[in-house]
């Protein structure tokens, strides 16, 4: 079965910075292109990256761009994302998800809080 | 970026009523490469459809979808009590990777 489990999310002040992490299971890691999808409160959801099996090509939103990054360790079936210079408008669920196109499996998530 | 507009916002319809939702793209979706994903509260979404008309893996023949260039629909022919729910369309022709903002499907 496919597991996904984010965790590092919690409440950080604006201009600060997090790193999340995604440990997968139940596949083989290093064979998926993967992502990273947000949804705000009461929102919609919002593609952010997406990383290539090999982490060769990465690709953002542009309102992450320079600010968030993501990467990934095969050998720790790892998928990262460093999070930078944060805003109030970065408060959100944060997703990891297999696939860099559509997104079968998804992770239940973790929340950030960007407040002072 | 290519920006998808779905409609209606929300759709109050009975259970084993049809349901069509639209998903409008800004711009030609290369391919046809679109998928729609279902959300219920405090779930994550799960993916329906991709490629604009394959049916993911485990779900069921009521759900399809159809659609090329700028304009997609997902059908879904008969609803059932646990397919009240958000629907997201989203495009994966080019980046960035879009969303739809949701079409909420409740019971009337």
């Known amino acids: 079965e496919v597991q996904l489990v984010e965790s590092g999310g919690g409440l950080v002040q604006p201009g600060g910075s997090l790193r999340l992490s995604c440990a997968a299971s139940?596949?083989?890691?290093?064979?998926?292109?993967m992502s990273w999808v947000r949804q705000a409160p009461g929102r919609g959801l919002e593609w952010l990256a997406n990383?290539?099996?090999?982490?060769?090509?990465?690709n953002y939103e542009d309102s992450v761009k320079g600010r968030f990054t993501i990467s990934r360790d095969n050998g720790k079936n790892s998928l990262y994302l460093q999070m930078n210079t944060l805003r109030g408008e970065d408060t959100a669920i944060y997703y990891c998800?297999?696939?860099?196109?559509?997104?079968?499996?998804w992770g239940q998530g973790t929340p950030i809080t960007v407040s002072s | 970026e290519i920006v998808l507009t779905q409609s209606p916002g929300t759709l109050s319809l009975s259970p084993g009523e049809r349901a069509t939702l639209s998903c409008r793209a800004s711009?030609?979706?290369?391919?046809?490469?679109l998928a729609w994903y279902q959300q219920k509260p405090g779930q994550t979404p799960r993916l329906l459809i991709f490629?604009?008309?394959n049916r993911a893996t485990g779900i069921p023949d009521r759900f399809s979808g159809s659609g090329s260039g700028t304009d997609f629909t997902l059908t879904i022919s008969r609803l059932e009590p646990e397919d009240f729910a958000v629907y997201y369309c989203?495009?994966?022709?080019?980046?960035?990777?879009?969303f739809g903002q949701g079409t909420k499907v409740e019971i009337k």
């Open positions: 998800a297999t696939g860099g196109s559509w997104f079968i499996n």
């Open positions: 989203q495009h994966y022709g080019s980046f960035p990777r879009t």
């Open positions: 711009q030609s979706v290369r391919s046809g490469y």
């Open positions: 139940g596949f083989i890691f290093s064979k998926f292109w």
């Open positions: 990383i290539k099996e090999d982490g060769s090509e990465r």
């Open positions: 490629n604009a008309s």
